[in-house]
C-alpha cells in the first residue's frame, strides 16, 4: 500500500516538490498565451524544476550568458578587437609588414659534384692501379702523352709558370699571338708521327741562396719542350706516387717543405733526439 500512495502523490523526487511528470496527469485549459509558448521540458530538465535558461534569456552577471540583447552591429562598447593593428614600421619593431606573409626561408639546393676533368680522371686510375698492382709495369703510356686533353692541362700549367724563353727566343705571349690551339695542334701532330725532336737547353748562372759569390747553372728549355716535358710529367707522375713513402716530400704534389718541418718537430716532440740532414753536393753539374 505504501508504495502505490508513493506512486500516486509523491513528495519529493530528485529535490523537486511535487514529484516528477511521470504518470502525472496535466489539465488542458484552452488559455491562449501570447508570443512563443514556452517548451515542456523533457529529459533531465524535468527533475531540475525551472527551466535552464539559454543565450538571451539569461541574466547579466556571474554565471549569466555573454551575450547582449542589442544587435552586433549597434554595439558601442563590448569585447575589445581581436585583430592587431600593426604600425607601418613594422620592421623596426621586429614584426613583418602589414599585408605580407613572411616568406619562408629556401633550403639550398644541393650542389652538383664536380666533374674531373678527363686529365685528372686518367691520374686518378692510373694511381689506383699501380697502387693496388705494385709489381706491374706501364709499357703503353705513349699514346697517353699524345692526347689533345693532356696537352691542353699541360700547356695550362706552364703559361701559369710563365718562365723565360728558350734557345729560339719565343716567350707565353708570342705563343698566345702565334694561335694556342694552332700550337698545341702541331705538338701533337708531331708526338704522333713520332717526329717531334727536343730542342737545345739555354744554360744560364742564378746566384744561390744564402751563399753571396756562388751561382748555380740552370737550364731553360724552350715553350715547346716544357709543354711536351710536363705532358710527360702528367702521366708518369702517379705511378712513381704510388711509390713514395709517406714520409717523403721533396718534389711531390701537394707536398711542401714545411710539412717535412712539422713532422721533425713532432718527432722530436715524441722522443727522437737526433735529425740527420744529407745533401748531395754538385749533384747536377757535369762530371769532371
Known sequence: MDRDKARVNPIHRGGVEGGGTQRQRISTTGETLFGPAEATPTGREAYKGE????????????????STEEPRENRGEGRAATSINRPTLGKAAGLPPQGKATPRPRLAKRKAPARLDPARKLQRTLYRVAKQQPERRFTLLYDKVCRQDILQEAWRRVKSNKGAAGVDEVDIDEIREYGEARFLNEIEQALRDVNYRVSLVRRVHIPKTGQPGKTRPLGIPTVKDRVVQMAVKLVIEPLFEADFAPCSFGFRPKKTPRMGLSIIAEKTQAGYPQVVDVDLKSYLDPAS
Not at 527551466?51 to 555573454?66: F, L, P
Open 51 to 66: 527551466t535552464r535558461k539559454r543565450s538571451n534569456d539569461a541574466g547579466q552577471g556571474v554565471g549569466g550568458g555573454h
